[in-house]
């Protein structure tokens, strides 16, 4: 073989080296790349599942919130026959309670909390109209007597995305004045 002919064929196996090489770095790039975008997505889904997550989260803490006024409530009854009115001494679905200043969420959107509306007394005496049987009533030493009623709650927490979560509580109060 000439000279000429090496020279030419030693040119051929080169550029089929060359095109071998392009070939791989495309494909590597693409590999690459699809593999950025795969996690990219990953991402993008977690932070909306974590979004969701808030969401909820949010709603039940204001269904807390909704719980802790509510025992506040309680508290201010002065008779076993007492029950708040709604919403003048609890909030119903008409008239929320807002958690947060309107500036603080999207169009003004805000967590709220109020009674339960499927519930006649969303903030109940338990067993009105019953005697309290067992471990109700309280003497002291000196004879002062007391007895407790037992009170059921029941309240809704929504995030300003609509999540609700509903809240069911049986609260304690102890009343003095003798026998139920």
Same mark, same amino acid.
């Given at each position: 073989m000439s000279d000429q002919a090496t020279r030419q064929a030693s040119k051929v196996v080169a550029k089929r080296k060359q095109g071998v090489a392009l070939m791989l770095t495309v494909l590597?790039?693409?590999?690459?790349?699809?593999? $950025?975008?795969?996690?990219?997505?990953?991402? =993008?889904?977690?932070?909306?599942?974590?979004?969701?997550? +808030?969401?909820?989260?949010? !709603?039940?803490?204001?269904a807390e919130a909704g719980v802790a006024a509510a025992r506040e409530v309680v508290r201010g009854m002065g008779g076993t026959n007492e029950v708040p009115t709604y919403p003048a001494d609890f909030p119903n679905p008409a008239n929320p309670i807002l958690l947060a200043n309107p500036g603080d969420f999207? $169009?003004?959107?805000?967590?709220?909390?109020? =009674?339960?509306?499927?519930?006649?007394?969303?903030?109940? +005496?338990?067993?009105?109209? !019953?005697?309290?049987?067992e471990g109700c009533g309280i003497t002291t030493g000196k004879g002062a007597s007391f007895f407790h009623t037992k009170w059921q709650i029941n309240v809704v927490g929504?995030?300003?995305?609509?999540?609700?979560?509903?809240?069911?509580?049986?609260?304690?109060?102890?009343?003095?004045?003798g026998s139920y």
């Open positions: 590597l790039l693409i590999a690459v790349s699809g593999l $950025a975008l795969s996690t990219m997505q990953k991402v =993008a889904s977690d932070g909306t599942v974590a979004g969701f997550q +808030n969401q909820e989260q949010m !709603a039940f803490y204001a999207e $169009a003004g959107a805000q967590p709220v909390y109020f =009674a339960d509306p499927t519930f006649a007394d969303p903030i109940g +005496n338990v067993g009105k109209g !019953a005697k309290c049987r929504r995030s300003p995305s609509g999540d609700q979560k509903r809240l069911e509580v049986v609260a304690t109060r102890l009343l003095a004045g």
